[in-house]
């Protein structure tokens, strides 16, 4: 198996739609619908059962994003560290969530008028670790959002926004103009896998254990309120389905998007890189 179908695979599991993992991947659909095939073929099993509105992942599939997860994991320490090793002019950024937002772009053109000649390698990263890699040396700085263990991690808030509960579009709430937490407590709600950073699964969680289905990625988290009437809690301001829709919570914090990064780390690239992302997200 090669790391680049791997990759693949991964996008078309955590999207659950080929176009959106292909667009995700900046290539065509047909490509990679050969490459998902050829896979399977390999795997001698599917790993994706197909559908009219999408995929969902067979058994076989289920397995196999567990142990892809863990080889490119591994296949991107060993690229930062034989990297570090050389001295090359490189940046590692772990993205968590929207990477639309437009204070990224404003980050991404910035630094690169700022430093032309850097390598700046972007780690999408999933739900599961709020600080998408730093501790376990996969990134040099993150992207991210607040609440979590910020122990050995120095954190700057680069804004903070306001939250709703994202619901289905005909359910009789998101008739309402803003709600209250206590308004949700009959629901079932998307929650993260066990080892999530507990003060991430609270905040998320609205500060109280929930019930309902364990997610990983954002589109994980919106197929299950399409489907199931999941309802969970989203920063305002990002475009959903018309299927779906958000509506403010009055009694929630506002979610701080930070640039986070080693304690110790002293890369003069990584605070230009904060500088820059400070004066970008202010704009």
């Keep these: 198996m090669e790391l680049r179908t791997l ?31 050829q896979l399977e073929a390999d795997v001698g099993a599917l790993l994706f059962a197909r559908s009219p509105t999408g995929v969902t992942l067979t058994p076989v599939g289920t397995v196999l994003l567990d142990e892809a997860r ?21 940046i590692t950024v772990g993205i968590l969530g929207d990477g639309s937002d437009p204070g990224a772009s404003r ?26 890699g730093l501790r376990a040396g996969l990134v040099d700085v993150a992207l991210t959002r607040a ?11 680069l804004r903070a926004d306001p939250v709703g509960v994202v619901l289905r579009a005909d359910d009789p709430l998101a008739r309402h103009d803003r709600l209250r937490l206590a308004e949700l407590d009959d629901r079932r ?21 929930r019930e309902g289905p364990v997610v990983r990625a954002v589109q994980e988290c919106l197929q299950a309120v399409l489907w199931n009437g999941t309802v969970g809690l989203a920063p305002l301001g990002h475009d959903l ?42 704009n």
């Design 7 to 37: 990759r693949y695979f991964v996008a078309v599991a955590e999207e659950l739609h080929f176009g959106r993992a292909a667009t995700r991947l900046h290539m065509s659909q047909p490509p990679l619908s050969r490459a998902i095939k």
């Design 70 to 90: 863990a080889l490119l994991d591994h296949a991107e320490r060993v690229r930062v560290r034989v990297s570090g090793a050389a001295g090359a002019a490189t």
């Design 107 to 132: 980050l991404a053109a910035a630094y690169r008028r700022k430093h032309p000649g850097v390598d700046v390698v972007v780690r999408d990263t999933d739900l599961t670790d709020p600080t998408c």
């Design 147 to 157: 609440p979590f263990d910020e122990t050995a991690l120095t954190v700057r808030a």
């Design 189 to 209: 709600w998307f929650r993260f896998p066990q080892g999530t950073d507990p003060a991430w699964q609270a905040y998320w969680n609205g500060g109280k254990p």
């Design 241 to 282: 389905p018309p299927e779906l829709a958000v509506v403010p919570l009055t009694d929630m914090a506002p979610s701080r998007v930070v640039a986070a990064w080693n304690e110790d780390d002293t890369n003069p690239l990584i605070r230009s890189f904060v500088d820059v992302a400070t004066a970008a997200y202010r």
